[in-house]
């Protein structure tokens, strides 16, 4: 039950640091959770960046290194969020019913694109569609 992992490393674009998620075993809650960290590249400073009883994972690096995307359920469900690395500010991007994944900046960093399933057909027992499917990240906040 003390065990913990690491995974999904992300090398920033300058190759200066690397993020990562940390995962650990909540016992109270008989959960598993996790926080992304970033260390230098030499592994000497190492820091938490999103403290917290969630699931955060899939970092992915901005071209320009001032900010990463992730996946967390801190509002129940998996969804896009942004960190920016200079205020430590999070923010929400997606409201979507299906996991997203597969995470990826666009070139100049305006924006953000991801999958998730969409039940178009109606296939599902779900109500009303994905709010927030295929949301990118404008330039500067959201």
Known sequence: MEMESVGNPSISPDGKHIIFSRTRADKMNDRSVSNLWITDFEG???RELTPGNWRDSSPVWSPDGSKIAFLSDRDGTSQVHVLW???REVAQLTHVQNTASELAWSPD???LAFTAFIDVLGLTDRKGPDRGAGLLCRRGRP
């Open 85 to 87: 690395l200079d205020t």
């Open 109 to 111: 960093g305006g924006r």
């Open 44 to 46: 000497k400073r190492i």
